[in-house]
Structure formats: C-alpha cells, structure tokens
C-alpha cells in the first residue's frame, strides 16, 4: 500500500492518523504540490484528475484520492466505522459538514496566513475566519451533549474533524470560546496511536 501525501497536508494527515492507528504498513511516496508534482502529466493521467493529495494505491494501479473517500474505504469492517446503517448515516454527515463548512474556511484561512497568501486585513480572508467561528459553534452545540461525534464513541468523524478543527487557531479562530470541543480535542488525543502534530508548511509554500 502506497500513500501519496505531502506531510503539512491536514487532509493527509487524516489519512496517516487512521493508518497508524489500524496499524497497518504502507509506504508513504511525499508529493511537493508547490513544486508542482501533483500536476504533471502522469499525476493527472493515473493517480487523480484533479491534482491533489492525499492519494491511496491500496494495491498496484488503483488509485483513491479525496481524503474522506479514503477513511471511509479504509475504516470499512472495522471499529472506526459503526455498523448499523443510521450511524454510518451520521458519520457521513460529519464527514459531509467536514468538508462543506470546517475545511474550506479554517483549512483555507490557515493556510493563506502560514504561507502569507492574504494580509491580516485582508476582507476575503475575514469572511474564511467568520465562516470558520460558525462551523465550530455548529460543533460546539453538538460536543456539548457527547463525548465523540457519533454514537458516544470513537468513529472515524472525529479522525476527520480534528485534523482541522486542532489546528484553527493557526487560522486566526480562537478555541477559547469553545469549551465542549477543547475537551473533546483531549479525548481524540487521548487515543491509543495519536499521531501527534502536523509538519510545518516547506519553504517553497511561502509567498515571496
């Protein structure tokens, strides 16, 4: 099994966190996507039309990109994903909300200011970071009431949703008004094969 990844990725790191904690061997081929590796032609042609990591080869030639296609490919028939149908619905759910609320605002508004794309003052960059303050009030409300996202234990959602949701004050989003998500921040941390922090960006990410 391969990964093809560029290690500051938080998508990536979602990956690399699930792998680690299946306990299950790969090889992990790094992608510089600011040297524009992940847009050559061969990139394209057999790994993922669109250019982005991370990217899985399971077995030789078959190719899985978008990161929460690969957790879910990868969690299947084990205890990261439930079995029952409604709660697998639920973790679809966070998993959606992932990428349509948390990912493109705090993923985004990261970033732009670790790699110095916008300017603090910057409008379009403002709205990222309110966008962001929202989706982790949404996240607040439900912490508040559970310990993990779905079924009162450990899924795969919460692999999904920290890999952002931890980093957001890199993003400009403060944690400090969020009690409930502080907590469950912990709790993922808590788990037995926590990855531990994500890599800096390269020197070639930064703007100059």
């Not at 966070?94 to 990912?103: C, G, I, K, L, S």
């Given at each position: 099994?391969?990964?093809?990844?560029?290690?500051?990725?938080?998508?990536?790191?979602?990956?690399?966190?699930?792998?680690?904690?299946?306990?299950?061997?790969?090889?992990?081929?790094?992608?510089?996507?600011?040297?524009?590796?992940?847009?050559?032609?061969?990139?394209?042609?057999?790994?993922?039309?669109?250019?982005?990591?991370?990217?899985?080869?399971?077995?030789?030639?078959?190719?899985?990109?978008?990161?929460?296609?690969?957790?879910?490919?990868?969690?299947?028939?084990?205890?990261?994903?439930?079995?029952?149908?409604?709660?697998?619905?639920?973790?679809?759910?966070?998993?959606?909300?992932?990428?349509?609320?948390?990912?493109?605002?705090?993923?985004?508004?990261?970033?732009?200011?670790?790699?110095?794309?916008?300017?603090?003052?910057?409008?379009?960059?403002?709205?990222?970071?309110?966008?962001?303050?929202?989706?982790?009030?949404?996240?607040?409300?439900?912490?508040?009431?559970?310990?993990?996202?779905?079924?009162?234990?450990?899924?795969?959602?919460?692999?999904?949703?920290?890999?952002?949701?931890?980093?957001?004050?890199?993003?400009?989003?403060?944690?400090?008004?969020?009690?409930?998500?502080?907590?469950?921040?912990?709790?993922?941390?808590?788990?037995?094969?926590?990855?531990?922090?994500?890599?800096?960006?390269?020197?070639?990410?930064h703007v100059r």
């Open positions: 099994m391969r990964l093809y990844d560029y290690l500051p990725s938080a998508n990536g790191y979602k990956v690399r966190t699930l792998l680690k904690q299946l306990g299950l061997a790969y090889e992990l081929v790094p992608v510089d996507i600011f040297a524009g590796e992940s847009h050559t032609a061969d990139f394209h042609a057999n790994k993922n039309p669109d250019g982005r990591i991370p990217v899985l080869e399971p077995e030789p030639g078959r190719f899985l990109a978008e990161s929460n296609a690969i957790l879910l490919f990868l969690a299947e028939g084990t205890r990261f994903l439930p079995e029952d149908r409604f709660a697998r619905a639920q973790v679809h759910q966070w998993m959606f909300f992932e990428q349509n609320a948390v990912e493109p605002n705090i993923g985004t508004a990261r970033f732009w200011l670790l790699t110095g794309r916008q300017p603090l003052e910057s409008d379009v960059l403002r709205n990222r970071i309110q966008n962001g303050e929202r989706a982790l009030a949404t996240l607040e409300r439900h912490l508040g009431k559970h310990p993990f996202l779905v079924e009162e234990r450990y899924t795969v959602a919460d692999i999904c949703l920290f890999a952002y949701v931890h980093l957001a004050p890199e993003a400009g989003v403060a944690l400090t008004p969020f009690p409930a998500i502080t907590t469950w921040l912990e709790r993922v941390k808590a788990q037995p094969g926590f990855l531990g922090p994500v890599p800096p960006y390269s020197a070639n990410a």
